[in-house]
């Protein structure tokens, strides 16, 4: 055998190798992304029955999910069956030991609607949904897909979404959280597609919320919609409406071990933005984004990918963002508006910013653009500690102007974390026909861990990973597994 044919076989095992160990790691749920199954009661839900007159059971279940949820007891499992359920699913009844609303077969169970199709408003709590496709079926609907609507006070609370694809709003957000509602968990969705001027996630006015594992993404072709470039960041975080509610500034928030990428939207927004509204008080404080994978795929500009507005103690660590991102600002925009407060308590640790195309700091014109876009009297204080900064061996941008430079991080690593190429990204949109995701993927979790393994993974030695003292340092990583070097860098 030549060498060049030793070379060769020696390559192909490998990437045997590494797609089966791929496809087996990809099988197995990420923590936290399981079902719930202990639950004392459970009944059905059929869209073939006749409406009111069953009992729940599997051979006379429900028609409708709203009715179940009203007459089911405490400490129940509702089974969905695949079908189209159409009109509004409204939720407003505590349950002190839990509800889970579960789609029989994942995605196969679809709720629909032309104005808002699920809402958790009243005294709604410890309820779970989960495994559903929902979506607007018009495209001049009333506003919101899902909303949790605390109406003022926390007695809506407790609240999970759990493994569901909520897509295409034609009228504001895919998914509202606001008016005081608390202990909301958003876990192992996917998002795509919100209104124009509009978010996926608006955590609006709320306290003690987790997003966590969920892709977020735009392909507004994909269904049959034209790129406005008018939609507004993936997920934005503040208060709105000062004292209205029982909350003054969103607070308590974690924003974690989730995926961005495919931005399709405006010039002014990004993936992030914590605070929007110009208000007197701080719109948002104590909120956490970290182990967070931001992909930068698309020819499409943004402002940054992360940006604050009128905060206080945020944490920005363990996050990688990679790929050609043209933006003004390459990593993060902190800035005043209308009557905010200047900024302060700014951390970011441990996170990798890399550009293999070695175009950060270049606008999608071709302009000057910078690291950040931050001017110094609009922010007190901040640390930047222990960050791998990659240009794709060019020099790293800096501007006298703005506050944040990578020369202010004294742990500075500049070392090639070898991310392959982002380009040939297919973004996992729902094929609803065939029952899978674009992108092959059979399970919102497949397509999670692809997306980790393909566009999230360095091959950094230990050595060349940090030497600061997070004290927030994430004990897992992106994918839920324990991390191996307390000072890390990236989400995985």
Same mark, same amino acid.
């Given at each position: 055998m030549t060498f060049n044919k030793l070379l060769t076989a020696l390559y192909i095992s490998c990437f045997l190798f590494t797609m089966l160990t791929f496809h087996s790691t990809a099988l197995a749920e990420i923590k936290g992304c399981q079902n719930d199954n202990a639950h004392k009661n459970t009944f059905y839900v059929s869209s073939l029955a006749t409406k009111y007159k069953g009992k729940g059971t599997r051979s006379n279940p429900w028609n409708s999910i709203e009715e179940a949820a009203y007459q089911v007891p405490d400490n129940s499992l509702i089974i969905v069956s695949p079908g189209v359920y159409t009109g509004q699913v409204k939720l407003n009844k505590n349950f002190s030991q839990g509800l889970t609303i579960r789609s029989e077969i994942d995605y196969q169970a679809k709720l629909t609607n032309d104005r808002r199709v699920v809402a958790f408003v009243s005294e709604a709590s410890n309820i779970t949904l989960e495994g559903f496709e929902i979506y607007h079926n018009s495209k001049k609907p009333k506003p919101l897909i899902v909303h949790i609507d605390g109406g003022g006070s926390d007695k809506v609370n407790n609240i999970t979404l759990r493994n569901n694809i909520i897509h295409d709003s034609y009228n504001n957000d895919?998914?509202?959280?606001?008016?005081?509602?608390?202990?909301?968990?958003?876990?192992?969705?996917?998002?795509?597609?919100?209104? #124009?001027?509009?978010?996926?996630?608006?955590?609006?006015?709320?306290? /003690?919320?987790?997003?966590?594992?969920?892709? %977020?993404? +735009?392909?507004?072709?994909?269904?049959?919609?034209?790129?406005?470039?008018?939609?507004?960041?993936f997920i934005t975080i503040k208060d709105s409406n000062g004292k209205d509610d029982n909350e003054l500034g969103a607070h308590n928030i974690h924003v974690n071990s989730n995926i961005f990428l495919n931005w399709q939207g405006s010039h002014g927004n990004g993936f992030v933005l914590i605070g929007e509204d110009g208000k007197s008080y701080y719109e948002a404080f104590n909120v956490k984004i970290y182990n967070n994978l931001m992909i930068g795929n698309s020819v499409i500009s943004m402002r940054s990918p992360f940006g604050v507005k009128g905060a206080k103690n945020v944490w920005f660590y363990n996050n990688t963002i990679t790929?050609?991102?043209?933006? #003004?600002?390459?990593?993060?925009?902190?800035?005043?508006?209308?009557? /905010?407060?200047?900024?302060?308590?700014?951390? %970011?640790? +441990?996170?990798?910013?890399?550009?293999?195309?070695?175009?950060?700091?270049m606008g999608d014109d071709e302009s000057y653009a910078d690291f950040s876009d931050t001017m110094l009297h609009e922010i007190d204080d901040f640390i930047l500690e222990n960050n791998l900064i990659w240009n794709g061996?060019?020099?790293?941008?800096?501007?006298?102007?703005?506050?944040?430079?990578?020369?202010?991080?004294?742990?500075?690593?500049?070392f090639n974390p070898n991310i392959p190429n982002t380009q040939s990204l297919i973004p996992p949109i729902w094929l609803a026909e065939s029952s899978t995701f674009k992108d092959n993927s059979f399970t919102i979790s497949e397509a999670f861990q692809r997306l980790v393994y393909y566009y999230g993974v360095t091959n950094l030695p230990i050595s060349e990973q940090g030497t600061s003292n997070n004290p927030h340092f994430p004990q897992y990583n992106i994918l839920g597994n324990k991390r191996k070097n307390k000072n890390g860098v990236g989400a995985k």
């Open positions: 895919l998914l509202k959280i606001n008016n005081g509602a608390v202990k909301i968990k958003v876990l192992c969705n996917m998002f795509y597609n919100q209104g #124009n001027s509009d978010e996926h996630i608006d955590i609006n006015s709320v306290s /003690n919320v987790e997003v966590r594992n969920n892709i %977020f993404f +735009n392909d507004f072709t994909a269904s049959n919609r034209k790129i406005s470039n008018k939609s507004s960041s790929g050609d991102l043209p933006s #003004n600002a390459f990593a993060i925009r902190v800035n005043k508006e209308g009557k /905010n407060k200047t900024n302060t308590q700014l951390y %970011f640790y +441990n996170n990798i910013w890399s550009d293999p195309t070695g175009t950060m700091g061996g060019k020099e790293l941008p800096t501007s006298f102007f703005d506050a944040i430079n990578p020369s202010d991080d004294k742990y500075l690593l500049t």
